[in-house]
């Protein structure tokens, strides 16, 4: 597997796309082992999505995209700015909570980042916030949106790892929300440093959320009725991402009204687009896994880091630095689906809890997108707001700080995100 990963990462260095970059090191473990039929190449991708949990993943994506067209985020923003807007730094609280809304809406860091630069960007830059500081907060903010259900990394995981999606899902739920916390709090904290003012001039008053709530229900339920429908065993994973798909074409043709059949074509070919590319590099991953149990990569990796340490919290310390590093140069969906089967059974030895480690590699490697050389969601920010990297990277220390608290947290009271599992589905 030597030669597999340096091929790999010599391919992303020379800048071949990344799907083709799994597939082509992944067939060079074949060339070192001609005992193998060349013939499995072929199979692979195709065995690889023949698993009905993976439905999930075109199917939520998809439904993201009706949600987003049926007017559900309009009504969010302005939900948002109700609740926040009145807090120093407004507008970069309201990118908070937005972020958080759309987690049950969206489930895309990189589409909520893109979202955000546009719609929160200008407006932020009009108020006075340094254009690095309004990427670097709509870029964290956005990875709220990952980590509350439904998450295509945490499907991606729960498929590979097998562990129960429901339970990543509730655990998500009570992450999300804690990271929503902090990074309020490190808005709020640097917003009175730096003299943000508030969107807006006062307070909403309870009859104008109420009223903003009740405009928005429709995208605040979906959460909820996916876990229960999950839990009460009315759904598996992949026909809750069904049902989320007719929810979303009801919602925006008879309830909002604002999806008609031209924009159900554009949202179409633009899920096509996003789905075909996260669906080949699952399939390619297939070719690149093949040789990870056969050459023991698991058990090697544990031998080695026990000879190390063999206290978890430091196992686990050096786990997060390593995923992180690979964050940096991967995307996010591929760093699960390739590192899950070598990470999870060290993690399993040490005792951690595989529902917890999914959450934690989650945030972790979705960091990645906002740290060069491979941040997507930074390059789309920047480009947008025309803001200059260093600046970016440099308004990002506070945030990326927040974020590494939150890991710190969980890690160390890990029952803060397994309560909701445990309350919904036993120990």
């Known amino acids: 597997m030597v030669v597999v990963v340096i091929t790999f990462i010599i391919l992303l260095a020379i800048g071949t796309p990344v799907g083709f970059s799994i597939a082509i090191s992944g067939t060079t473990f074949f060339l070192q082992h001609p005992e193998f039929p060349i013939t499995t190449i072929v199979q692979l991708p195709i065995s690889q999505t023949q698993n009905i949990t993976l439905l999930a993943v075109p199917l939520f994506v998809f439904a993201g995209s009706l949600m987003n067209s049926s007017g559900i985020t309009d009504r969010l923003i302005k939900l948002s700015m109700l609740l926040c807007g009145h ?75 097998e562990v129960s999606i429901g339970r990543l899902f509730a655990a998500g739920l009570a992450a999300g929300v804690l990271m929503m916390v902090i990074l309020m709090t490190t808005v709020s904290i640097t917003s009175h440093i730096r003299g943000f003012k508030p969107a807006r001039e006062k307070r909403a008053s309870f009859k104008e959320i109420l009223y903003s709530l009740g405009d928005t229900i429709w995208a605040l339920i979906f959460p909820i009725l996916l876990l229960v429908g ?69 058990q090697k990796i544990t031998n080695f880091i026990t000879g190390i340490t063999s206290e978890p919290m430091v196992v686990m310390a050096i786990v997060v630095v390593f995923l992180l590093l690979f964050g940096m140069f991967m995307e996010g969906s591929v760093v699960i689906l390739l590192l899950t089967p070598i990470l999870l059974p060290l993690i399993k ?79």
């Open 87 to 161: 807090m120093r730094g407004g507008m970069a609280q309201v990118s908070v909570v937005l972020s958080t809304l759309m987690g049950g809406v969206s489930g895309s860091s990189n589409a909520d980042a893109a979202m955000e630069s546009r719609i929160l960007g200008p407006e932020m830059k009009r108020q006075g916030y340094p254009v690095g500081y309004t990427g670097a907060v709509i870029g964290y903010t956005s990875l709220i949106t990952s980590t509350i259900p439904p998450g295509v990394g945490m499907i991606l995981y729960g498929t590979v790892g």
């Open 230 to 298: 999950i839990r009460m065993g009315l759904f598996t994973p992949s026909e809750v991402g069904a049902c989320a798909c007719v929810y979303a074409l009801v919602v925006g043709f008879f309830i909002y009204k604002e999806l008609t059949i031209p924009k159900l074509i554009a949202t179409l070919k633009e899920a096509i687009v996003d789905v075909g590319a996260i669906m080949f590099m699952i399939s390619m991953s297939g070719i690149f896994g093949y040789g990870i149990p056969i050459d023991k990569i698991p």
């Open 349 to 427: 030895n040490f005792g951690f809890d595989p529902i917890f480690f999914g959450i934690i590699m989650s945030i972790v490697v979705t960091t990645g997108i906002l740290t060069p050389p491979v941040g997507v969601a930074m390059y789309t920010i920047c480009g947008v707001l025309d803001c200059k990297m260093p600046e970016f990277l440099k308004e990002s220390i506070p945030f990326l700080v927040a974020v590494l608290i939150e890991v710190i947290i969980l890690t160390i009271f890990p029952d803060i995100i397994l309560w909701a599992p445990k309350l919904m589905y036993g120990t």
